[in-house]
């Protein structure tokens, strides 16, 4: 069974600072991974999603992250982080289910504080 | 817009009372999904459907069902016999793809 660890629940960073918030994956084939971001009391937003290909991958809101197969780990990073930037974050695994659709699991996630 | 809805933001249950969490997608996908969120746990799945008519127990079913009887609803029941409901439930959908779309999430508080 696949599974997802986050080992900070808690970070702070001061604003312009940069950030790295660390993913560690276990599954036994090629993986699709995500980072989510979540506001308080609000769903999920995608940042970025690796499938293939170059394994550094960039998304949304300046935020980019590097699948390294040899460390099982889909760090997540940002060069200059923002006062609106905090928030919860996720990383996810995924994998086809047959017959359509997805699973994916998800990690406790990492709680950014911003301090101005 | 396309989006996922879910209502109500808030719910309040009395203990023994069932209640029911909706959600609608109008994102034409395939694929819907309920998530349990609590404090420190992350998601967990609850239930998720691939296809009209049909769904399939995630990893903490019980105490849950649900219903699939149209490709844009997923309206989820929590049952008198879910222990400890009160928790963050977030409503996703997808295509064929992996990439999930989450909805905004009902908070339910059992008084």
């Known amino acids: 069974a696949q599974s997802v660890t986050q080992p900070d629940i808690h970070i702070t960073v001061s604003e312009g600072a940069s950030l790295e918030l660390r993913c560690n994956y276990s599954?036994?084939?090629?993986?699709?991974l995500f980072w989510y971001v979540q506001s308080p009391g609000q769903g999920l937003q995608l940042l970025l999603k690796?499938?293939?290909?170059?394994?550094l991958v960039q998304g949304i809101k300046g935020f980019e992250a590097e699948f390294k197969r040899s460390q099982s780990s889909f760090n997540l990073r940002k060069p200059s982080v923002h006062w609106s930037d905090a928030a919860e974050y996720f990383c996810?695994?995924?994998?086809?289910?047959?017959?359509?659709?997805?699973?994916?699991?998800f990690g406790t996630g990492t709680q950014l504080k911003v301090e101005l | 817009d396309g989006g996922i809805t879910q209502s109500p933001k808030y719910l309040f249950r009395k203990e023994g009372q069932n209640v029911t969490l909706s959600c609608e997608q109008n994102l034409n996908h395939d694929a819907m999904y309920w998530y349990r969120q609590d404090p420190g746990q992350g998601l967990r799945l609850i239930y998720y459907s691939q296809i009209v008519n049909d769904f399939q127990k995630g990893d903490i079913a019980e105490g849950y069902s649900v219903s699939r009887e149209k490709k844009e609803s997923f309206p989820l029941t929590v049952t008198s016999a879910q222990k400890n409901p009160t928790a963050f439930y977030l409503c996703?959908?997808?295509?064929?793809?992996?990439?999930?779309?989450f909805g905004p999430g009902t908070r339910l508080t059992v008084l």
């Open positions: 690796y499938f293939s290909g170059d394994t």
């Open positions: 996703a959908s997808s295509i064929s793809g992996v990439e999930q779309f």
């Open positions: 599954y036994g084939a090629t993986p699709y």
């Open positions: 996810a695994v995924g994998y086809i289910l047959t017959g359509g659709g997805n699973k994916l699991t």
